[in-house]
């Protein structure tokens, strides 16, 4: 299957398929299946940035602008590449719903697409030297018992100096049908302690923390326990000014109104079986969204896309 990627979408010395075992250790690999060993992986390397991407959940991993000496994002050492398993980092795509399903409680958390192998549409590299690339997934009878509709996803992704992944929504039946979604990037910071979100001053925001308690944001956000906000009607442009890094992240959204911030802090992380007890203080997720009050309804024929730009 990596030959077969590699002579169709391969880039010389640009883009190239790997194995997934090559990146996760082989202990979080499960070993008593051919599916759930072909985990192909997308590695980019051009004159602007580094990047690796997972053909399982169309989930983005790694993103290094050559200016920086630190990935951008974080991937957690004990992150389980498995069938079935989300991947603890980089960017998950939540889809159709975020959060828990708002009617049945036993359907998985975050919706389905991140537990499942996309494909590659494109690959390509643009007249400046960047890199693009294109995934896609489709319903099948297995997601129609999850979720009874017709949809296709697009995954937009460009590596430059700017990574920019955009998801498009189509709704390819005859009934319009409301989602709920997110780009749940994990950000790799120096220590949580000299974290500021900057651009959410005087916005509004539900404390999933606080059961669900509407609250009102004055100036920047600092996490100082765990967080886990749905924040509405947010500005395009948000920061994360990393202090022990000397680094401000960028983000510029598109077809969102929401953003989620999300840190399990000490005890939580603890809990989690791919996660470092101490992982907590390394990252913080600042979340493009359609999530909360902000539902998109995509009706027949017609696509939404959810796009944020990244960038130091």
Same mark, same amino acid.
């Given at each position: ?6 002579? #169709? ?92 399903? @708002? ?12 537990? #499942?192998? %996309? ?21 099948? @009878?297995?997601?129609?018992?999850? %979720?009874?509709?017709? %949809?296709? &996803? ?28 997110? &780009? ?44 886990? #906000?749905?924040?509405?009607?947010? @500005?395009?442009? &948000? ?25 399990? %802090? ?8 791919? &996660? ?37």
């Amino acid at each position: 299957m990596i030959n077969q990627l590699n002579d #169709r979408y391969g880039i010389a010395n640009q883009l190239q398929f790997i194995e997934g075992k090559t990146l996760f250790k082989s202990d979080q690999m499960v070993s008593n299946s051919e599916e759930n060993t072909d985990f192909p992986l997308i590695q980019v390397e051009n004159d602007f940035a580094k990047a690796t991407i997972s053909l399982y959940g169309g989930h983005i991993l790694s993103f290094q602008p050559v200016t920086e000496s630190e990935d951008l994002l974080f991937l957690s050492e004990k992150a389980i590449l498995q069938s079935g398993k989300a991947i603890r980092g980089g960017i998950p795509v939540c889809w159709p719903w975020f959060g828990p399903h @708002p009617e049945q409680s036993n359907l998985p958390s975050h919706g389905f697409v991140r537990n #499942r192998f %996309w494909s590659v549409l494109s690959t390509a590299t643009t007249p400046e030297g960047e890199t693009h690339i294109q995934l896609g997934l489709t319903d099948t @009878p297995d997601t129609r018992e999850l %979720w009874p509709h017709a %949809w296709e &996803l697009v995954m937009d992704i460009m590596v430059g100096d700017t990574l920019t992944v955009g998801l498009m929504t189509r709704n390819r039946g005859n009934q319009p049908f409301t989602i709920t979604q997110a &780009l749940h990037t994990y950000f790799r910071v120096g220590s949580i302690h000299g974290v500021r979100i900057l651009g959410l001053d005087r916005t509004d925001y539900i404390d999933k923390v606080d059961g669900g308690a509407q609250k009102h944001q004055s100036g920047v956000v600092e996490i100082t326990s765990e967080v886990d #906000r749905i924040y509405t009607n947010v @500005p395009a442009q &948000l920061i994360v000014d990393d202090s022990r890094w000397k680094r401000q992240i960028r983000l510029t959204s598109e077809g969102s109104n929401s953003a989620v911030v999300w840190n399990p %802090w000490s005890e939580k992380a603890a809990k989690f079986a791919d &996660l470092d007890d101490e992982d907590y203080l390394k990252f913080v997720c600042v979340e493009t969204t359609n999530a909360g009050p902000d539902q998109i309804r995509v009706f027949p024929g017609n696509e939404h896309r959810l796009q944020v730009k990244i960038r130091n």
